[in-house]
């Protein structure tokens, strides 16, 4: 019995042990309470306070592994199914897959393993900047007095930024693990929501500055290895298309040919280079790209190119949203003085009075990433016919009332009924301004992914006339759906939806810097291979 004891005793000490070693590596076990809380709030996870820091640390550590660690766990399956997608991995329609058996096909394809994703948090200074676009790493340094010598590449200023960063926070009085506001102060909201558009998240709603920070701070790990996965990747591209250059190849090209290669691979070629020694350069590009020559790696030679690559990155990143931009302001060149002045008001910006056309439309696109301030008159816009009844019939508002129990109502008096009872509660405060909000957070949530499925051909028509926008002859009604959700994801989002628009421009930028690095290293091969074969057949 004594053994048994003793057996069991060691059994539960080595266990603990093996918990107490994980748990010690856990990023959050050495953060300050107030980022504890930081990260609980952004993460939308009850904690009560007051609580002491053992209380806020077990709360974490039940949630670290389904926030942090493994986020898709979280995931909707269409999300899961998209992930896939972009990894090139093919899969069952999303509507009726299994969560877990998409849940399971992420988890092995993963951008890291569990043990990097565990200590990620503990060097945040390391990877949160990376994301960042120059002009916010300029903004940073030039906000904190940190001198960055010309020319301010993007390298440069990464470097000086990473460097001060924990002066920056300590000079802020701040912790800087889990960074807070301070990191973003030199961020406008159109900024931040920018950035969450681009790396494929949707902004909050409704949104305040502090939410939308918490977002970028969230999903920072997430958008840096994507980030790194597109470079892999486009890094594989062009280490595969130096393996195709065999000596036949290369022998093939003509003197231009070989000059025009070394000119677009960054291969400094001296004045009065003969066509053998030109030859040898390119041979030598390659063998240290394919990690061939003595004390050299394919990772630690890569230089030039995948400096290239990385600035045509980023570059088609920023073509993709000027894309996104273009389609934004044709959208809003049909719109409405009405819808115009709409879109401002949703967002807090003052309309000059007598304002003309031309100047509400430049005002609206000169504020295109500018994030909607919260529920407002306008979030009722595009609730259905039952939903605006169903409000009013509750909200106890009497004039709204009697419109809600009308049977003859249109779908344009409901709108107006409900607006002006928000209104009316907006200005009253107390419980039923809680109660409006209430409601629309419920009924704009269910309503995301079917809005406008339930409207009649009339009601469409008559929304679609609200922005001025001209319904094409003989258009079917999910023609007409699809031309309605088009118009309010603009008025709601500005220059892109929060999913599905900024996926497709990531994915867009990412298949355009693929296609570069292999334009660039392949140039020629075609033709070349052609020669080889030519010379083979005769």
């Known amino acids: ?164 960063y924990e002066a920056v926070a300590k000079k802020a009085g701040e912790a800087a693990a889990y960074p807070g506001n301070w990191l973003y102060e030199s961020w406008s909201e159109s900024d931040l929501k920018e950035w969450l558009d681009t790396h494929g998240f949707p902004a909050p709603q409704p949104t305040t500055r502090d939410k939308l920070i918490a977002s970028v701070r969230r999903n920072s790990r997430i958008a840096y290895l994507k980030a790194q996965d597109q470079a892999a990747s486009a890094s594989a591209s062009a280490n595969a298309a130096y393996a195709t250059l065999t000596d036949k190849i290369i022998d093939a090209w003509s003197e231009s040919q070989l000059k025009e290669f070394a000119d677009k691979n960054g291969i400094n070629v001296p004045q009065g280079t003969k066509t053998n020694e030109l030859r040898a350069l390119v ?136 607006q002006s009872a928000y209104a009316s509660a907006s200005s009253a405060g107390g419980d039923s301004y809680a109660s409006a909000t209430n409601y629309l957070a419920l009924a704009t949530e269910a309503a995301k992914s079917n809005v406008f499925d339930t409207w009649s051909e009339s009601e469409l028509k008559a929304y679609l006339d609200s922005y001025g926008v001209p319904v094409p002859q003989g258009s079917t009604l999910n023609q007409l759906k699809a031309l309605a959700r088009k118009q309010s994801t603009y008025f709601k989002y500005g220059t892109s939806s929060p999913s599905g628009t900024a996926f497709a421009k990531l994915g867009e930028s990412v298949k355009g810097a693929y296609q570069w690095v292999v334009d660039q290293v392949g140039a020629g091969s075609t033709a070349a291979k052609q020669k080889v074969q030519d010379k083979v057949e005769l």
Not at 82 to 87: F, P, Q, V
Not at 382 to 396: I, N, P, V
Not at 413 to 418: K, M, S
Request: aromatic letters at 8%; hydrophobic letters at 40%; proline letters at 3%.
């Open 1 to 164: 019995m004594r053994l048994l004891t003793t057996v069991v005793s060691l059994a539960l000490a080595t266990n603990a042990v093996a918990s107490s070693s994980w748990f010690s590596k856990a990023a959050y076990n050495k953060w300050h309470e107030t980022e504890l809380e930081r990260w609980l709030s952004d993460h939308d996870i009850p904690y009560p306070t007051p609580a002491d820091r053992k209380d806020l640390e077990k709360i974490i550590q039940d949630n670290w592994d389904a926030y942090a660690v493994s986020p898709y766990k979280n995931w909707d399956t269409d999300s899961l199914a998209a992930y896939l997608k972009a990894r090139g991995i093919e899969t069952k329609n999303a509507a009726v897959e299994n969560k877990d058996a998409l849940v399971s096909q992420v988890q092995n394809s993963w951008y890291e393993t569990e043990d990097k994703a565990q200590s990620a948090w503990s060097n945040a200074r390391d990877w949160i900047l990376d994301t960042w676009t120059d002009s916010s790493l300029k903004a940073f340094c030039d906000k904190h007095n940190i001198p960055v010598p010309q020319p301010r590449n993007r390298d440069t200023l990464l470097q000086k930024a990473r460097s001060n």
């Open 283 to 418: 041979r030598k590009r390659r063998a240290a790209l394919l990690g061939d020559t003595v004390g050299s790696t394919a990772a630690s030679a890569f230089g030039a190119a995948t400096s290239k690559a990385g600035n045509q990155y980023a570059k088609a990143t920023n073509d993709a949203s000027l894309a996104a931009q273009e389609a934004f302001d044709e959208a809003v060149s049909t719109w409405s003085d009405s819808r115009l002045k709409a879109y401002l008001d949703a967002r807090g910006i003052p309309v000059p009075q007598a304002s003309k056309t031309d100047e509400l439309r430049a005002l609206v696109r000169k504020n295109a990433h500018k994030a909607a301030s919260g529920f407002n008159a306008w979030t009722w816009d595009d609730l259905s016919y039952e939903k605006l009844k169903a409000y009013l019939a509750s909200s106890g508002n009497e004039a709204g009332k009697k419109i809600s129990e009308s049977s003859g109502a249109t779908r344009d008096e409901l709108l107006a009924a409900a």
